[in-house]
């Protein structure tokens, strides 16, 4: 408008007070379970037991499936019998030993015999323990894929063990924020369809930035006692990087940048009056201001294009936001 020959501008007033600012990063994850093994036999051989059922908890060491194991029976009862002959064999030498009867050489090849056959008896007792697929961890078994009399080799899944107590949380955050992002630090997180927010702590870092994506990968766990939360679901998730509290924030649009630094413009007098600044954290609709402003100022918001020091300006409406 115009007024005594003097252009005056219609603007909206923005005032100072306290307030609090914070700095998020926003990104999405998956939920993977904290362990989880695709279960095969260590030899071959056909399936004589399946003794779990799908989609049931197993317990550590609990015996699953088995392998035909005569043939390695009968060698180990053939073994432990030539161990007792041995080992009297051992005895009866020893006596004559200790009574000079006989040379400590003939009595040395007894022992030797003897500790061939345990070796054997160990050998052929681990041979049997590959026959025995046993659970690894505590967990739930899912869907089998071979049936009793079935032929297993080394490749053949029989099933997939997984432990989801507690459920890992993998994402990834940009590299710039690599070094603000530490072991134990807290994270929240959402799943489509539940309103509830969840708390989960980072406990690994990746120590590589990707050369494709520019992003370091990071993983949080979530005790996930109830096992309401299952692998494989979409989360969103939000870290809180900084939160500042009774600090003088403004709205992005109202900063101008220029050469010799940032400025903004007040309202004075009925004037406009050009101020320098020092900024601090941005967030996407907020600046900080460290350094140029006080608290009770009013801040113009408007018309920033036309605004020019000691220019008159009318406040059309002021936001005095607490």
Known sequence: MMGQGRQVLNATGFVINPTHLSEFINTTGTLRPDEEVELSFETSGKIVEINFTEGTRVKKGDLLAKINDRP??????????????????????????????????SYDQIVTELETIQ?????????????????????????RYLSEGSFTSTSTRIARLVKNTPIKLEFSI?????????????????????????????????PKVDF???????????????????????????LLLEQIENTKAIPSEALIPEMEGEI??????GKANRL???????????????DGLNFGDTLLTSGILQLRHNLPVVLDSVINRK
């Open 72 to 105: 390695l029976q009968a060698q180990l009862q053939k073994l432990q019998a030539q161990k007792k002959l041995a080992e009297e064999k051992e005895f009866r030498q020893r006596s004559l030993l200790d009574r000079d009867a006989i040379s400590r050489e």
């Open 276 to 290: 320098r600044v020092i900024t601090g954290l941005r967030t996407a609709s907020e600046i900080q201001i460290v």
């Open 212 to 238: 494709n994506t520019r992003t370091i990968i990071l993983r949080a766990l979530y005790p996930n006692r109830n096992e309401e939360l299952k692998p494989g679901r979409f989360a969103s998730i939000t």
């Open 174 to 206: 940009p590299e710039r924020y690599a070094d603000r992002i530490r072991v134990g630090y807290p994270v929240s997180f959402a799943i489509d369809g539940s309103t509830v927010t969840y708390k989960a702590d980072v406990y690994a870092v990746d």
């Open 264 to 269: 903004v413009y007040v309202y004075r007098n």
């Open 119 to 143: 070796a054997d008896i160990n050998l052929i007792t681990a041979r049997i323990s590959e026959t025995e697929l046993r659970a690894p961890f505590d967990g739930i078994i899912g869907l």
